[in-house]
Each structure stands twice: as C-alpha cells, then as structure tokens.
C-alpha cells in the first residue's frame, strides 16, 4: 500500500522560511516523479512543484518559481520543499502526491500559516 | 498556459439521481491529459479519472467521464450518498509541466 506522510507544517512570519518532507512507502520511490499541490483554506487545488525521479529534472508554477526549492533523496524516500520568503498567499494545506501527471496517490497534508 | 473552467460551481442533487459535471480546456488539450479527482472535507483528493475517461483503480462503474474537443464531462449515473463532494479536473502532459487544476465543482444534497 503507497503510503505518504508529510511533516513539517507550522505557523511562520511572512518572509520565513520552511522545509517540507514527504516520507514514502509502498513502492519503488526512485522510479517516480513526486510533486507538491497546495490548497489555501476553502479554495481549490494548485500545483506547486515536481521533481523527476533521479532529481534530474525539477518544475514549479510560476507563483513559487524563485521562492521554492524541491528535492529528494531517494536512499531515504523523502522529498522536500524548501519554502522562503513565504508570503500570506502561501498559506495552505500542502500535500505530497505520487507522480507529475495524474495523481493517484496523496499524503494527508500538512498546514501552513504565513501570519505575523 | 492552459485554463480549465468547471460548471456548475455548485450541483443540487437528491440520491439517486444523475450528475452531470462540465470542464472547459482554454484551448486544444495535449491528447487526453485530463483527469478528474473527487475531495471530500478534511480529506485529499481522490484520483477518479485518469486520460480523460479511464476509470482509476477502485473506482466503481457508476462514475464515467467523456471528451469532445476541448469539454470534458464526468458523470455519476446515480448518485451514492458518499458521492456529495467536491469534484475537481486537472490538466497534465504539457512540456515542461505546467499542471492546472479546475476551480472546483460541488455536488451536495439537495
């Protein structure tokens, strides 16, 4: 069973800064692109970020381009959002998903709180 | 930059009845790179639809989806009470990535 499990979430002050984490399970991490969606309180989905398998090839929407970093390591099965210079707009619920294509797997989510 | 727009914002629907739910590409799609997801309060999506119309592993037969240009549809045959949710379609397959997500389409109780 593909399992996702992202931490790291939190209050932060507007130009702070948080890294994501997304710990995998259930299939072969390095063989699979992985990609961050938002979604800010009561709207709908945003893709944030993707990351190809072999890190070779990473891709942000233009939102976070320059703000966020995406990465992974696939001796852990983890990848990472490096989140700085957040700003109010950034508030949301972040989830990890499986692929960077259609999304048949997701994390529960973790929360972020850009407010002074 | 492709925009997906879903219609109705907001569908009233008694149990058993069918659901008709709309997503209009802004422009000439890659293929059938669309999918549809359903996310119900509290929870994360759920992939319903992959490549326009193949049904996602799991996903009972009452749901379908078709494509014709740039529309796409999913419709539920009869509604379940676990169906009133919030239905969203995505775009994907365009190079580099720039997946898009439709602003949403809720399916409540009437």
């Known amino acids: 069973e593909v399992q996702l499990l992202e931490s790291g979430g939190g209050l932060v002050q507007p130009g702070g800064s948080l890294r994501l984490s997304c710990a995998a399970s259930?299939?072969?991490?390095?063989?699979?692109?992985m990609s961050w969606v938002r979604q800010a309180p009561g709207k709908g989905l945003e893709w944030v970020s993707g990351?190809?398998?072999?890190?070779?090839?990473?891709f942000y929407a233009d939102s976070v381009k320059g703000r966020f970093t995406i990465s992974r390591d696939n001796s852990k099965n983890t990848v990472y959002l490096q989140m700085n210079s957040l700003r109010g707009e950034d508030t949301a619920v972040y989830y990890c998903a499986k692929g960077l294509g259609w999304f048949d797997s997701w994390g529960q989510g973790t929360l972020i709180t850009v407010s002074s | 930059e492709i925009v997906l727009t879903q219609s109705p914002g907001t569908l009233s629907l008694s149990p058993g009845e069918r659901a008709t739910l709309s997503c209009r590409a802004s422009q000439s799609v890659s293929l059938s790179y669309l999918a549809w997801y359903q996310q119900k309060p509290g929870q994360a999506p759920r992939l319903l639809i992959y490549d326009a119309f193949s049904r996602a592993a799991g996903i009972p037969d009452r749901f379908s989806a078709t494509q014709s240009g740039t529309d796409f549809t999913l419709t539920i045959s009869s509604l379940e009470p676990e169906d009133f949710a919030l239905y969203f379609c995505q775009h994907y397959g365009s190079s580099p990535p720039r997946l898009a997500f439709g602003g949403g389409t809720k399916v409540e109780i009437k």
């Open positions: 990351i190809s398998g072999s890190s070779d090839n990473t």
């Open positions: 259930g299939f072969t991490f390095s063989t699979y692109a």
